[in-house]
């Protein structure tokens, strides 16, 4: 016990010693969200600095901690990862990556692709050079997810895939895409799927964005016209790609709920929910009406709450002891959570939280109107909150189909 205790000492010294040498000041600051390094070709740097973090983390194998250091990680325990996390927090430092390769392509690969798959393609992720975007969603099939139709022909040494996949975040800002694709119609529709990695500049895709009623276009509708792919870009084998598609989800869903919960906007609303109702309903330090305030704390105990559910269910999923399906529950309870917080902050602010522009609201007022609206899509991605809670019911509790 005691030299356990004392080789996390050691361990906890030696990356306070490396942070504090290596992170830049300036990575040491809350970061807004236009400042995220998603990394890819693509990538245009704000600052020196964000690039000098991720290249100093990536080299270290610390933009993804856990992973076999063949593959671009450090290999590092739960425990030592722990530590890092927690000292990277203590001197508030940067992620200085973020990526849907790190939450979700990456997990998936390292259960299902090949030796050589894993060597080519992990390592990029590590290091920020090839940003993925999600081929799942299309317009006809997004919780039925299942059913779709996007077709890939055997062609000999290559497929040809044909089709379309709506609200593909960042498929514009991408490199390359995961795909799910159709390989086999004459058979039960989760038996003809197939998993499929092609580079977007292929020729024959295309992608345009759609506006979201926050203002931003995060996501894009996305066209493939016989594109030519590879067959040595099939992870697992034919027509056994929706196992690898439902893990993948389950990585998402459970990672978009820490990552959103974590990052500097999500706990500034937090702190800004208490700040905001003191100076719209109150004197500045005391909220004048007793509901609101029980509110507010009701709300403050539900998130700490699952704050702990949270760790706990990361804790058994990184020692093998959770079977997945608990992040329905979370990403489930983080949607509902999320939503809850910008409800009350419209009855904090009332009128105030209707700005959009122009010169009658503050830019602070605007900005939480926008994040009110974005706020609604969080039920919907990775999702929705009524699939999720069709999963909690037939894989939790074991209730019939
Ligand atoms: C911000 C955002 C980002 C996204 N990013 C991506 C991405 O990168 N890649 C990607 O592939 N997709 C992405 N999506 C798509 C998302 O996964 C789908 O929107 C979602 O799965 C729902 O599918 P749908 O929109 O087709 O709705 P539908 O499936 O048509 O659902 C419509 C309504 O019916 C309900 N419903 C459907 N089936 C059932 C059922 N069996 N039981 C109970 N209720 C049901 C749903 O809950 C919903 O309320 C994103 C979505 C959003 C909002």
């Given at each position: 016990?005691?030299?356990?205790?004392?080789?996390?000492?050691?361990?906890?010294?030696?990356?306070?010693?490396?942070?504090?040498?290596?992170?830049?000041?300036?990575?040491?600051?809350?970061?807004?969200?236009?400042?995220i390094?998603?990394g890819?070709?693509?990538?245009?740097?704000?600052?020196?600095d964000?690039?000098?973090?991720?290249e100093?983390?990536?080299?270290?194998?610390?933009?993804?901690?856990?992973?076999?250091?063949?593959?671009?990680?450090a290999?590092?325990?739960?425990?030592?990862?722990?530590?890092?996390?927690?000292?990277?927090?203590?001197?508030?430092?940067?992620?200085?990556?973020?990526?849907?390769?790190?939450?979700?392509?990456?997990?998936?690969?390292?259960?299902?692709?090949?030796?050589?798959?894993?060597?080519?393609?992990?390592?990029?992720?590590?290091?920020?050079?090839?940003?993925?975007?999600?081929?799942?969603?299309?317009?006809?099939?997004?919780?039925?997810?299942?059913?779709?139709?996007?077709?890939?022909?055997?062609?000999?040494?290559?497929?040809?895939?044909?089709?379309?996949?709506?609200?593909?975040?960042?498929?514009?800002?991408?490199?390359?895409?995961?795909?799910?694709?159709?390989?086999?119609?004459?058979?039960?529709?989760?038996?003809?799927?197939?998993?499929?990695?092609?580079?977007?500049?292929?020729?024959?895709?295309?992608?345009?964005?759609?506006?979201?009623?926050?203002?931003?276009?995060?996501?894009?509708?996305?066209?493939?016209?016989?594109?030519?792919?590879p067959?040595?870009?099939?992870?697992?084998?034919?027509?056994?790609?929706?196992?690898?598609?439902?893990?993948?989800?389950q990585?998402?869903?459970?990672?978009?709920?820490?990552?959103?919960?974590?990052?500097?906007?999500?706990?500034?609303?937090?702190?800004?929910?208490?700040?905001?109702?003191?100076?719209?309903?109150?004197?500045?330090?005391?909220?004048?009406?007793?509901?609101?305030?029980?509110?507010?704390?009701?709300?403050?105990?539900?998130?700490?709450?699952?704050?702990?559910?949270?760790?706990?269910?990361?804790?058994?999923?990184?020692?093998?002891?959770?079977?997945?399906?608990?992040?329905?529950?979370?990403?489930?309870?983080?949607?509902?959570l999320?939503?809850?917080?910008?409800?009350?902050?419209?009855?904090?602010?009332?009128?105030?939280?209707?700005?959009?522009?122009?010169?009658?609201?503050?830019?602070?007022?605007?900005?939480?109107?926008?994040?009110?609206?974005?706020?609604?899509?969080?039920?919907?991605?990775?999702?929705?909150?009524?699939?999720?809670?069709?999963?909690i019911?037939?894989?939790?509790?074991g209730?019939?189909?």
């Amino acid at each position: 016990m005691s030299d356990r205790r004392e080789s996390n000492d050691s361990f906890r010294r030696a990356v306070r010693d490396w942070l504090q040498e290596h992170c830049p000041m300036s990575m040491r600051t809350d970061m807004p969200e236009h400042e995220i390094v998603w990394g890819g070709r693509k990538q245009k740097w704000f600052s020196r600095d964000a690039k000098v973090w991720l290249e100093r983390m990536a080299e270290r194998g610390w933009t993804v901690p856990h992973w076999p250091k063949a593959y671009g990680g450090a290999g590092l325990d739960a425990r030592e990862v722990k530590i890092l996390n927690e000292e990277m927090q203590r001197i508030n430092a940067r992620l200085p990556l973020q990526s849907f390769g790190m939450w979700m392509l990456g997990p998936a690969l390292l259960e299902f692709a090949s030796e050589e798959q894993k060597r080519h393609y992990l390592p990029q992720i590590a290091r920020g050079e090839v940003r993925w975007c999600q081929g799942y969603s299309e317009p006809s099939n997004g919780s039925d997810l299942a059913g779709l139709q996007t077709t890939a022909k055997d062609c000999g040494d290559h497929f040809l895939v044909n089709g379309a996949k709506i609200w593909t975040s960042y498929a514009d800002q991408s490199d390359w895409i995961f795909c799910l694709v159709r390989t086999d119609t004459e058979v039960p529709k989760q038996e003809g799927i197939s998993f499929l990695l092609f580079d977007m500049e292929s020729d024959g895709v295309s992608a345009s964005p759609i506006p979201l009623i926050s203002g931003a276009s995060p996501f894009c509708q996305v066209f493939f016209d016989n594109v030519k792919v590879p067959k040595s870009q099939l992870v697992g084998k034919l027509n056994e790609g929706w196992t690898i598609a439902k893990r993948l989800l389950q990585h998402e869903r459970q990672m978009v709920s820490v990552i959103k919960g974590n990052t500097p906007l999500a706990r500034s609303t937090k702190l800004r929910l208490e700040k905001l109702a003191q100076h719209y309903a109150g004197d500045g330090q005391q909220i004048n009406d007793p509901i609101l305030r029980a509110k507010i704390c009701h709300h403050k105990i539900d998130g700490l709450a699952f704050k702990l559910t949270m760790n706990r269910n990361l804790e058994e999923s990184r020692t093998g002891r959770g079977d997945g399906n608990a992040a329905s529950l979370i990403k489930y309870y983080n949607s509902e959570l999320n939503k809850r917080k910008f409800d009350l902050l419209r009855e904090v602010m009332g009128t105030g939280m209707l700005g959009w522009n122009g010169e009658g609201f503050s830019a602070e007022e605007i900005d939480t109107t926008r994040q009110w609206l974005r706020s609604r899509a969080n039920s919907i991605e990775g999702g929705t909150s009524e699939v999720q809670l069709n999963v909690i019911a037939k894989r939790i509790l074991g209730l019939p189909d």
